[in-house]
């Protein structure tokens, strides 16, 4: 399978909203409402990889709800609660330089300006202020230590190369510890 197969999530599916088979919407989507930038999603649907088609979705307070295909009554609807909704890499935009998606950057290996292997990327999360990787040890790393480091373009996170799988980033060995 070529790598711009693979899907990616981009939602999940909460539970049903009203009595049309409407189901909210946990988007992972920056911002959340880009999510409605899609239609056709991937999903394992009774055990069986299959595709569905969001056919409205609409802000409602707070929260974001949406209307699949054929899923017309909350009992049917029901059978979505939990669902990721993928889409395939390739059907994302195209980023400018210097951007990336988070999933391309799980599994760097992210190393200080000293040269010392600090772990892999195991996640990033969101906190508000600013994004953090989440850095976890790994058989190349210094030691053990799981790090949390600000994702901070340019201040902390000095180059990100994909082809090498590496980011630079200038953060001491034991900050915060």
Do not use: C
Not at 67 to 94: M, N, T, Y
Request: aromatic residues 6%; charged residues 25%.
């Amino acid at each position: 399978m070529d790598s711009t197969d693979l899907p990616v999530t981009m939602a999940k599916i909460g539970k049903p909203q009203g009595i049309k088979g409407w189901v909210r919407i946990h988007s992972f989507t920056e911002p959340k409402s880009n999510i409605g930038n899609y239609r056709i999603f991937h999903t394992r649907l009774e055990s069986t990889s299959t595709e569905i088609e969001m056919d409205q979705i609409k802000q409602q307070g707070n929260v974001l709800v949406a209307h699949f295909k054929g899923f017309d009554l909350p009992e049917q609807s029901q059978e979505l609660v939990g669902l990721e909704l993928k889409v395939r890499k390739a059907d994302l935009p195209i980023l400018k330089t210097g951007e990336f998606y988070w999933h391309q950057l799980q599994g760097l290996n992210v190393v200080n300006l000293e040269d010392q292997n600090l772990g892999v990327v195991a996640k990033l999360m969101e906190t508000g202020a600013n994004d953090v990787l989440v850095v976890s040890a790994s058989e190349n790393s210094i030691d053990q230590i799981e790090r949390l480091i600000p994702y901070l373009p340019d201040l902390v996170v000095k180059n990100i190369d994909l082809k090498q799988k590496i980011i630079k980033v200038e953060w001491e060995a034991d900050y915060l510890l």
